[in-house]
Each structure stands twice: as structure tokens, then as C-alpha cells.
């Protein structure tokens, strides 16, 4: 199978769009002619007049979805962006559509059933992907339709397609694991993604660990090495594939340009722009105010209930680090006994922490109402004041202390380019259950391609993974 079947969408996919079509048809002209919606029908036409529309809605939007590559590049695309895609075939469609309504019989065909059936036209196929990415997610969940990769090179590069696939399993790949020649790299692990060794013993990883697809993140100085690597991979029929030389800098983004006809390449830091840190901003505000405006019979009666069970403040302060290592003062309902952070030490001596974050699923420390609050994370809610003040956004990396930060590797530091947040990939993507290595792939990932409807939708994620309570503790 070549990389073009590999990325293309299911041929039933296909079948859904026709059919979703001659359904959007079917539902413009019952909208047009039998509820005469709008406007009052003048003159009647049967639905067989519209046929040679069926057909050309039938052939056109498939058509502009296939030069689109919405069917070629399916692995991978999003929803909005699918839902983009089909804007524009349908709007494309429409034009033509209109234009031989026009030249053709005008007094028959209803343009405005013409709209209507465009409008249908989006809706449905748009529900129609929104239920093959269900069947797909679902299919993955048991394993069907995964790729086994093994990620060659555990530099820079190869930590960001990690953090890539680990923040999209969307796009259908499970890690068997990386390796590199460097020994501090090839024999650890960054989380649950394991170090195989030096890059000899790939073809052996490659027979045991059945892997589909090799993914190369090595430097071109590297060159005959990653000849060897593809002969390798070309002799056990396994798909292998480059990262380009030019994102082996240590910038993460890459921007092409032109000047007159020349190419140019500029290369970004990790950060947001000014304006995206506004925009973020703004959303902060709104967000915190609101939250903290029809919160506040909540907050009291959390509030009251940690007075009765336990003696000891309502709200536990710590200091944290913020964007560009700035410290601040974190606000939390307190979900343990007083003096518990003097208890710690002791603690991680006992379950050998070997992690730069302790996490403890059965922590003694912990109230009885304080374990309530963790279940679903309602000990964070005073840190929408941190919101409005400006310490922590709506959206970012978990805030860590200042101990945690000292432990860091220079990779890890990226992460406070940006405002913490009280949610983010972390939270909805296993909580407490992620080491520290994979909750830094996916605050790096969340850096690297921030956009305001990325925020809304791990908001919007973050609601089910709260109420489920998963990975909490």
C-alpha cells in the first residue's frame, strides 16, 4: 500500500457524501414545493424536473472534494476543516447550478430551491463525516485501522512528531517506541513511549514489534545512515517516511514566503504572536468573569463543606511558575489536611517517585471533601481569579512549582514560554494518568498550534472529562 491509500478516506465515505446529496435534494424540494416555506409557490414542478440537478450536485461536489484532496489527504483532517471543504465544493457547485437554472427554463426551476439544496447539501455531508470520524475513532479504539510506527531519533525533531501523534490520536498511529544512538536517549523513555536502543537494532524491532511504518527524524549528516535505514525498511516491505532536513532546527516554526519569486524561509520561535496573546487575553477575561459570576453558590457551598469536614482554611495558596518563569500565587480550595505538604517527602520515599511531578491515586492526605473536589477537579476553581489577574489563562500548560522547574531539561523549559492554564491537552487527554515526559509533548503541541478554536475546543472536552472524573486523583 502506498502512502496516497494510506492517507485516503474509506471508500464508504464516499458513499455517504452521494447519498447525504440526493438526501439534501430530496429535503429542498419537500422544504420548496410541499411546505413552500419562505415563499409561495407559483408555479408547481414535480421532482423529476430537478434530476439533471441531482446529478450534477451527484458529480460536481464529490468532484471538487477529490481536486480538493479532502479524499486523498483524509487521514488526519479535522472536522472544521472537512466541514471548510465542503463550503467550497457546495459553493462551487451552486454557481453552476444557478447559472443553468438561468439560461435554461427559468419559470421551472426555483433558484431558491437551488440555495436550500446547497444549504442541506453542507449540513448533511458535514453530519456525515461527523459520524465517519465516530466509526473511525471508534474502530481505532480497538485497534483497527492503527499503524504501529517506530520513530527513528529522539532529538528536537523526533519529540515533535511524538507530541504530534500523542496530542492527535486522530490521525490513527500507536508509538511502538523511538530509537537513537544516544544512550542517555535510545535506552530511557519519554512517558509511556519507550526507548528501543541504538538505531542497530531497528530491523529487529521492526520483526518483532510488526511494525507498518518507520518515521525518520535523523540529520542529513546522518546520510548513509538513512540509506541503510530505507534499504532496510524497502527489504521488509514497511512503509518509511522523512522529516524533512529543514525541521531539524531547534525553532519550531517554519514559515515560506516569497520575495519577488524567491523563496524565503522564515523561522519562529515558540511563542504567540501579540496579537494572538490579546485575542487570548480577552478571552481570559470574559471567560474568568463569567465563571466567577454565576459560580459563586458553588463556591460557597464548597466553601462550607470544607469547613465542616476538616479544620483548616477554605482556600490552599502555593507558588507556582508562570509565563517566562515568573512566579506567582495559585488559588485552590483546599483538598488536604493542614501541614500536608511537610508530609511529602516522606511520601515519595515510600511509592519510590521517580517522576518530576508527584502524583499519588490513594494520597492519605487527602479530606473526605477533598477527595470529592479532586474526583472532579472542583479544588481548582478559585484559580479563575488567577484567570482575571492575569497569572494563568483559560487554556495552557499546568502551572508547575518552582522544585518541579528546577528538574527540568532544556526541552522541557519551552512550556513556560506562555500563561499556564487551569485546563488544557493535559487535562483532557488522561490527566493524572500521563508521566511528565508526555505532558510536556502535549503542552509543547498545544504551543506550536494555538488558534482560538483550539481553545474552545479543549474547553468544550474538558466538561465531559470532568463530570467522568477520568484520570483523576
Not at 454565576?294 to 495558596?317: E, H, M, N, R
Amino acid at each position: 500500500m502506498n502512502g496516497k491509500q494510506r492517507n485516503a478516506a474509506p471508500l464508504w465515505v464516499v458513499a455517504i457524501d452521494i447519498v447525504m446529496i440526493n438526501a439534501a435534494m430530496g429535503l429542498a424540494y419537500l422544504f420548496r414545493y410541499r411546505l413552500q416555506w419562505f415563499i409561495d409557490v407559483v408555479f408547481d414542478a414535480p421532482f423529476s424536473a430537478y434530476l439533471p440537478f441531482c446529478a450534477l450536485f451527484t458529480v460536481t461536489v464529490p468532484m471538487v472534494l477529490w481536486f480538493e484532496k479532502a479524499y486523498t489527504h483524509w487521514r488526519g483532517r479535522n472536522w472544521m476543516d472537512q466541514v471548510f471543504q465542503i463550503m467550497m465544493a457546495v459553493a462551487t457547485t451552486l454557481v453552476l447550478a444557478l447559472a443553468l437554472a438561468f439560461a435554461f427554463r427559468p419559470l421551472v426551476y426555483s433558484r431558491l430551491l437551488l440555495l436550500e439544496a446547497g444549504f442541506f447539501v453542507v449540513v448533511l455531508i458535514s453530519l456525515g463525516r461527523a459520524l465517519a470520524l465516530v466509526v473511525q475513532a471508534h474502530r481505532r479504539r480497538k485497534g483497527i485501522g492503527v499503524r504501529r510506527i517506530v520513530i527513528v531519533g529522539a532529538g528536537e525533531v523526533g519529540r515533535r512528531v511524538m507530541r504530534t501523534l500523542v496530542a492527535r490520536p486522530d490521525l490513527g498511529y500507536h508509538i511502538v517506541g523511538y530509537v537513537d544512538d544516544n544512550p542517555d536517549k535510545g535506552e530511557g523513555g519519554l512517558g509511556r513511549i519507550k526507548g528501543l536502543g541504538d538505531l542497530d537494532k531497528l530491523p529487529k524491532i521492526i520483526d518483532d514489534e510488526n511494525v507498518d511504518e518507520v518515521i525518520i527524524t535523523l540529520p542529513w549528516t546522518y546520510q548513509r545512515r538513512i540509506l541503510s535505514i530505507l534499504r532496510e525498511c524497502e527489504r521488509r516491505q514497511v512503509a518509511a517516511r522523512l522529516v524533512p532536513d529543514l525541521f531539524q532546527m531547534s525553532l519550531s516554526r517554519v514559515e515560506v514566503s516569497d520575495l519577488g519569486g524567491v523563496p524565503l524561509i522564515e523561522v519562529q520561535e515558540i511563542a504567540f504572536s501579540k496579537t494572538a496573546l490579546i485575542m487570548k487575553r480577552a478571552m481570559d477575561i470574559v471567560g474568568a468573569s463569567l465563571a466567577l459570576l454565576l459560580g459563586w453558590p458553588l463556591f460557597l457551598l464548597i466553601a462550607l463543606a470544607i469547613k465542616l469536614d476538616s479544620p483548616g482554611p477554605v482556600l490552599f495558596t502555593q507558588v507556582r511558575v508562570g509565563k517566562n518563569h515568573k512566579r506567582f500565587t495559585i488559588y485552590k480550595f483546599r483538598s488536604m489536611r493542614v501541614g500536608a505538604e511537610d508530609e511529602l517527602e516522606s511520601l515519595k520515599e515510600a511509592v519510590e517517585h521517580n517522576d518530576i511531578t508527584f502524583k499519588m491515586r490513594d494520597d492519605p492526605r487527602m479530606t473526605r471533601v477533598g477527595r470529592f473536589l479532586r474526583r472532579f477537579s472542583l479544588d481548582e476553581l478559585p484559580q479563575f481569579i488567577n484567570a482575571l489577574k492575569g497569572d494563568m489563562s483559560l487554556v495552557g500548560p499546568r502551572p508547575p512549582i518552582p522544585a518541579e522547574v528546577e528538574q527540568y531539561q532544556p526541552w522541557h523549559l519551552k512550556r513556560l514560554v506562555v500563561p499556564p492554564g487551569l485546563t488544557g491537552l493535559w487535562q483532557v487527554s488522561g490527566r493524572s494518568e500521563l508521566t511528565f515526559d508526555e505532558m510536556v509533548l502535549l503542552d509543547l503541541y498545544y504551543i506550536e498550534h494555538w488558534s482560538p478554536w483550539l481553545d474552545f475546543a479543549i474547553i468544550f472536552r474538558t466538561f465531559p472529562t470532568l463530570l467522568l472524573g477520568n484520570g483523576a486523583y
